[in-house]
């Protein structure tokens, strides 16, 4: 079971040609066909003669209103076919006026997502040079307390401690802080670096759980928005395991490489592959029923992440199951100029 995302379409077919002159020519080739068939079989005097003994009935004015019959259907034909030309004209300016918003809202959100992690990388830094400095300080001031009255202050001995074990504790916490803020090695490393720490880490918290990660192609060159959606993407899907699916055996796979178009009219003006790359994870842990409602906002944000990138979100699970997602985004996201 899937989920199928909505894909905007970013090329214009071709309109078809025009069917009014071949029409016309048919219409034409009808009306000179029936007029040479009337005058070589005298149609005219034959169904006179059919008509003059039922004249009492006013048969022999059919013609007359059958003729004004044809022009007032021709006239509804014309009207309806301008109505229709106009709902075509109008239908067309509200998928331009859809698109032009679709296009605005996926930026919007990608300027929302730089903010966001600007503001983690942020608050990481801050965290780690101003409050991670005075802890280290506050640490050092209790040890040398506590050196000075190991023996003479037993009391002030063991607060020293107590102040230490505190700020250990603290700073430890203010770590994982910035770790979830702003993964370790991802600056410094690149992103499978970032992601093999993070899957380490998993294996370290669920120990009764079996990972599995696979990295393939180049990821130099992305945008760093680009690069926090594929972290927090495989980040997101291992908090899920460690709370569905603890013991069981998780496959993380991404690959970086170029996909051919789909069909040519789909992707006018695009002479060459897409550049792309794929995330898929898959557990096969107890699964979710995808038809009932669910509580929890992970699999919306990791959707919204990906849709706000142009990109595409699968998600298929069942009972007793297990779960799989794959989001394939394109690989010239969030930059400026497109890579294809």
């Known amino acids: 079971m899937s989920s199928e995302p909505v894909q905007p379409s970013s090329a214009r077919r071709d309109p078809p040609s025009s069917a009014v002159p071949r029409d016309l020519a048919c219409v034409l080739a009808l009306t000179l066909l029936a007029a040479t068939l009337g005058s070589l079989f005298d149609v005219s005097e034959r169904a006179y003669r059919w008509t003059r003994r039922l004249e009492r009935f006013q048969l022999d004015e059919l013609p007359l209103t059958l003729c004004v019959l044809s022009l007032g259907l021709a006239w509804f ?82 607060i020293s401690l107590a102040v230490m074990q ?45 990972f599995s990660l696979t990295i393939e192609g180049d990821y130099t060159g992305l945008s760093d928005t680009l690069t926090m959606t594929l972290y927090r993407l495989v980040q997101e899907g291992l908090t899920n395991v460690s709370k569905f699916a603890r013991r069981s055996r998780v496959e993380v796979f991404m690959v970086r490489a170029p996909r051919e178009a789909q069909s040519p009219t789909k992707n006018v003006g695009k002479t060459g592959p897409i550049d792309e790359i794929v995330v898929t994870m898959a557990d ?20 919204e992440r990906v849709e706000a990138l142009g990109g595409e979100f699968h998600v298929a699970s069942k009972p007793e199951g297990g779960f799989l997602f794959c989001a394939r985004l394109p690989a010239h996201a969030g930059l400026a100029d497109p890579v294809n």
Do not use: K
């Open 77 to 158: 034909a014309w009207r309806r076919y301008r109505e229709t030309r106009r709902e075509l004209a109008h239908r067309r300016v509200l998928e331009q006026e859809a698109e032009r918003l679709l296009a605005d809202n996926r930026r919007l959100a990608t300027e929302a997502l730089q903010a966001e992690e600007l503001e983690r990388r942020h608050l990481a830094r801050e965290l780690h040079d101003e409050l991670g400095q005075y802890l280290n300080a506050i640490s050092l001031d209790a040890a040398r307390i506590r050196d000075l009255s190991d023996a003479r202050e037993p009391e002030i001995h063991r």
């Open 166 to 210: 505190s700020a250990s504790h603290v700073y430890r916490q203010i770590g994982g802080m910035i770790r979830r803020l702003r993964p370790i090695g991802l600056d410094e490393f690149g992103l499978p670096s970032a992601l093999e720490h993070c899957v380490d880490g998993w294996r370290e918290r669920l120990p009764e759980a079996s």
């Open 284 to 303: 096969d842990g107890p699964g979710v029923d995808l038809d009932a409602p669910r509580a929890g906002l992970g699999l919306i944000g990791m959707r």
